[in-house]
């Protein structure tokens, strides 16, 4: 018997299917008999599933990491929400006469229908979220156990309608082979963990009405989305042979994380990770990342009512540099405007963002933004290697104003007795004008770093992010690629290192062509880094400008 859904975690498991269908008995729809008795319950239940909630975000984080925790922050939030929970309930008690767990319900049934009538993808996630608060509610208010995935019998697959948050926390890691649920995605809660955790995953697996499924031994494929239940011999040698090469690689990958970066007769490279947050900075190093070629900091400003001051930033960046432990951290100055709106700063409209007030050009009119993210990123460098990188500089009036504003910043801090680092400054090649000019540049910066992302935008004149123009979207087009390697000669010629950190250098089709051409750092998401160390590790530096040539004179 096979289903087909969709893989959202890659890897292949088998096991006993292992059936997990938590059931809540029926909601009793009695009118509340006395209506402050049941107003005292829902107020117990609130205060017990805050309590759990502080329990299952202290688990989460030590578990899986601060980022994975923070989806019971938001349930806190959503259920410290006074007008959306607490006193529509009361109100529907109150007024409604509704028993505790019924007026929970329709409420949260209410609030789930809210947050998906807005249509996108974050606000499905928040309907779910919503459905497992209320979950969790139910079953504290009328005294249920609970089932949970702590304790299993084995290796198991679990088959399930979909995970909670909650669930995947409480469940036992070492015995969950495989995740398959009828609901969720590639975005849904239980996929983000299983990848996190290495567990294979498919979502959408449907068609499973029955509880005999339970027991029965299956394999679950999480890269094309299958599940074998009652696999034939034929079947299982298949997985057998197919599970015997996925480990063999996996196991030569490992050691990818840990050998030095460098081509085959042994040209020294660096292959460093981007991260958006400082705890990314750990899965840098979990996959021996040689640095960060990428801090974008402007994940620390948004989806927040204030700016971050200078403080709350020098605490991120100095937690970055210390989980860093020496390595390089490449700190980006905060590259938002045009499309990416700060919520705290009205900016005009705009008819064509990509063109418009941006990055450097929007905080050189804005030093009272700049100077203190530049204070921290100079107080965070007595902490570890860290660079500073200014983004989207088209012009040399730019760059020279960017840095004397942090010799300015540098020099205050020292008359103010506040403890600094040197700081190594380099800019992002993602404007053509700056790859044309790249011989002046490398005169005045310690380094470049080239972001393919943008530098393909505007060379092509094609959007990012734009589906109907997509097609045209090209990082390997000739003219795109010139630009790379005029940019990379420039900075050998100084003997500056030119790094690079838009999403090509991470592809394994390019990435040899780059160094070929003299890119000699190459940053990526953290996971990319052990199997591009190992594709160029393969490959002589002969063989990398060949394939250069290839692309740049096809
Ligand atoms: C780039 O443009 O390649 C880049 C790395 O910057 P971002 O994607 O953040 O614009
Ligand atoms: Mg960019």
């Not at 599940?227 to 996996?250: F, G, H, I, N, W």
Request: charged share 25%; hydrophobic share 40%.
């Amino acid at each position: 018997m096979k289903w087909q859904g969709k893989g959202v975690s890659e890897g292949l498991a088998m096991a006993q299917i292992h059936l997990f269908t938590p059931k809540l008995p029926e909601i009793s729809r009695q009118p509340a008999a006395d209506a402050e008795a049941e107003v005292a319950k829902l107020e117990a239940t609130l205060a017990a599933a805050e309590e759990e909630l502080r329990g299952l975000y202290e688990t989460a984080k030590e578990k899986m990491g601060e980022q994975e925790a923070e989806i019971f922050d938001a349930h806190l939030t959503i259920l410290g929400d006074e007008y959306s929970v607490r006193e529509p309930i009361i109100q529907r008690i109150r007024e409604q006469k509704q028993n505790a767990a019924a007026a929970i319900t329709d409420q949260f049934d209410e609030l789930a229908q809210m947050f998906r009538s807005l249509g996108d993808e974050l606000m499905a996630e928040r309907a779910a979220d919503a459905e497992d608060l209320k979950q969790q509610l139910l079953r504290i208010c009328l005294g249920c156990g609970r089932q949970d995935l702590s304790v299993l019998p084995g290796d198991v697959i679990v088959l399930a309608e979909e995970l909670t948050p909650s669930d995947t926390v409480r469940m036992d890691t070492a015995h969950v082979k495989g995740i398959a649920t009828r609901l969720g995605g590639a975005t849904a809660h239980s996929a983000i963990i299983a990848r996190t955790l290495g567990i294979p995953a498919a979502a959408g697996i449907d068609g499973w009405q029955t509880e005999a499924l339970n027991g029965h031994m299956a394999i679950l494929d999480g890269a094309d989305g299958t599940l074998t239940v009652d696999p034939t011999d034929e079947e299982t040698a298949s997985y057998q042979s197919r599970k015997a090469q996925a480990d063999c690689e996996a196991q030569a990958l490992e050691a990818f994380r840990t050998c030095p970066s460098q081509t085959k007769d042994g040209a020294a490279l660096e292959i460093c990770a981007n991260i958006g947050t400082p705890q990314e900075a750990q899965q840098a190093m979990k996959y021996g990342a040689d640095g960060v070629g990428l801090f974008r900091s402007e994940f620390l400003f948004m989806d927040r009512d204030a700016l971050p001051t200078e403080d709350e930033q020098f605490e991120a960046y100095r937690t970055a540099a210390e989980t860093m432990a020496g390595k390089p951290l490449i700190i980006r100055t905060l590259d938002v405007g045009g499309d990416k709106k700060l919520p705290t700063l009205e900016l005009p409209h705009e008819d064509n963002p990509f063109l418009g007030f941006r990055a450097i050009r929007m905080t050189l009119s804005h030093p009272e933004i700049f100077r203190p993210q530049l204070r921290a990123i100079l107080r965070a460098a007595a902490y570890g290697d860290v660079r500073v990188m200014f983004p989207m500089i088209g012009s040399m009036d730019q760059l020279r104003e960017a840095k004397a504003l942090l010799r300015e910043q540098e020099q205050t801090l020292q008359a103010e007795g506040v403890p600094t680092g040197p700081v190594k400054v380099g800019m992002m090649v993602e404007i053509p004008a700056a790859a044309v000019l790249a011989e002046e540049f490398a005169k005045e910066v310690d380094f470049f770093s080239i972001g393919t992302n943008d530098l393909t935008q505007y060379t092509l004149a094609v959007e990012r992010g734009n589906a109907a123009v997509a097609h045209l979207y090209a990082p390997e087009h000739p003219a795109v690629l010139r630009l790379i390697a005029m940019t990379a000669q420039a900075a050998a010629e100084r003997h500056i290192p030119c790094g690079m950190c838009g999403e090509a250098a991470g592809d394994p089709k390019l990435a040899p062509a780059f160094v070929g051409m003299g890119v000699n750092e190459l940053s990526m998401s953290p996971r990319r880094v052990p199997p591009v160390r190992k594709l160029l590790s393969g490959l002589t530096m002969d063989e990398c400008r060949q394939a250069a040539e290839k692309l740049l004179h096809p």
